[in-house]
């Protein structure tokens, strides 16, 4: 038996009387990485079914929720993510997938400004931050052998690049 | 004997340069798998008949020349000393390079697991707070032996959500939720190891890195439903990027982002399946010549030996 399952059966002791979340939360304190929380993987497809674009699971929905938050400075609603993120989420799921990420500890509530505001949680991005950077500082070895989403570029590219974008915002 | 250990050598040559047409003209999921596949296959082949033309070294061991006379018969001498000697130096680089190569993955799983310190084990998105525009999978690790697995993740640094629109920000997250669920860090290790094995398949592993981006971007043009958007978010990242650190090291560029735009903006490449069957029969082509080879000296041996 590791010390993960000793663990796992002294959360479940403990906190048998808790709330599911607050258990996972207990959970996720004790153990920060090794014992993932269950969290369903429901399909929470949008009210309106969107033309092409496959159903998306409630994990994908997170990430693009996070990610919505991290792209913009000022905290936003979930009015505002709904139609930041394509418009096709019922408002409720946004706020259920919000609720989520909030207690994964991932976003906060803006308390002083607009109420009912999100922003992203910054302490453990910033060590990653840190952390890429000491990767990326050591060589090129480690970086180079990652899938990265682009690579670089010739100015020739360049150009052809920014008349496929139309001189939008590039 | 004299021949068909060096078949794999040849096939090897063969393999390497039929891998960027196969990569161009076939559909990405299947030219990787079967390149990847073939070169895994034609590199084992190498490598075993370096082993056996090692191996007739052994005709010149004390005891076997002496047994040799005893029979009356001449040590038998299916290839030239010389060749021996240098399959054998050969043999030592390659197990060199094969060391190299694993433990260079084995570095850059470890820097990619410290990238998801004090991260929730069950979110797929890391974000990095910071200003570089950067975006990669980082793959899990399926459970074995009672060692627990653990999911993939996906890291994003803020710079590069900040410069995608919103459509655009759903193309890079399905294209790296692609790489993770077609585990295609393990093709590439493969692929990988087997230029390592064999330095003649060099081309292969460059092909088999382009085929999976051209997988996932495929695969994230589905998702999104939008070919046009996908390009765009190609072109808006690959932009951000190239004007982020203009004098960086990879000022070599392989105009790879402007092959997988210029793919995208076309219709989806067909499966061609008798090319990839072809491909397919290249890799397994090496491994005949080798059984054959290996038949041929165990049959020489076992005639001096008695």
């Known amino acids: ?170 | 004997m004299r021949v068909d250990v060096y078949v794999p050598l040849l096939l090897s040559v063969l393999l390497a340069a039929v891998s960027p047409g196969v990569g161009r003209r076939v559909a990405p999921a299947l030219a990787a798998r079967v390149l990847t596949a073939a070169a895994a296959v034609t590199a084992a082949a190498t490598v075993w008949s370096l082993v056996l033309l090692a191996a007739t070294l052994v005709d010149d061991a004390p005891p076997v020349v002496d047994q040799a006379r005893r029979h009356g018969l001449r040590p038998p001498e299916p290839v030239p000393e010389v060749i021996g000697v240098a399959a054998c130096l050969a043999l030592l680089l390659v197990a060199h390079r094969l060391w190299r190569a694993a433990r260079a993955e084995y570095v850059v799983r470890r820097a990619l697991r410290r990238l998801c310190a004090g991260h929730p084990g069950s979110t797929e998105l890391i974000v990095a707070a910071s200003p570089v525009p950067q975006a990669f999978a980082i793959p899990g690790r399926a459970a074995v032996l009672g060692r627990p697995g653990r999911p993939g993740r996906i890291l994003v640094t803020a710079g590069m959500l900040g410069a995608l629109e919103p459509v655009e920000r759903r193309v890079l997250l399905a294209h790296e939720r692609a790489h993770l669920s077609h585990r295609h860090a393990l093709l590439v290790t493969a692929a990988a190891l087997a230029v390592a094995a064999n330095p003649l398949l060099g081309p292969v592993r460059g092909t088999v890195a382009f085929l999976v981006e051209r997988w996932a971007d495929e695969r994230a043009a589905d998702a999104v439903g939008d070919r046009t958007a996908t390009a765009r978010a190609l072109a808006r990242a690959a932009l951000t990027a190239g004007r982020a650190e203009p004098s960086c090291a990879l000022s070599f560029t392989d105009r790879a982002v402007t092959r997988r735009i210029a793919a995208l903006q076309s219709a989806p490449p067909p499966h061609l399946w008798p090319v990839a069957a072809a491909v397919l029969a290249l890799g397994v082509l090496p491994l005949v010549g080798a059984a054959d080879a290996t038949d041929d000296l165990v049959g020489l041996l076992r005639g001096v030996l008695g």
């Open chain 1, 1 to 170: 038996m590791g010390p993960g399952v000793e663990v796992e059966q002294d959360v479940r002791k403990t906190t048998d009387k808790l709330s599911r979340a607050r258990r996972a939360r207990w959970a996720r304190y004790r153990h920060p990485v090794e014992i993932p929380t269950r969290c369903k993987v429901e399909v929470m497809a949008g009210t309106v079914p969107h033309g092409r674009t496959e159903r998306r699971s409630s994990g994908e929905l997170e990430s693009e929720v996070l990610a919505a938050l991290w792209a913009t400075e000022r905290p936003l609603t979930p009015v505002e993510i709904q139609t930041e993120i394509g418009g096709t989420l019922a408002y409720n799921t946004v706020h259920t997938i919000l609720k989520r990420l909030y207690d994964k500890g991932l976003v906060l509530r803006e308390v002083d400004g607009r109420r009912g505001a999100y922003r992203p949680a910054k302490n453990a991005a910033e060590l990653t931050a840190q952390a890429m950077h000491e990767a990326l500082d050591r060589g090129p070895d480690p970086i180079a052998a990652l899938q990265q989403f682009v690579t670089g570029l010739s100015s020739e590219e360049e150009r052809a690049l920014r008349a496929l974008l139309g001189g939008g915002p590039a």
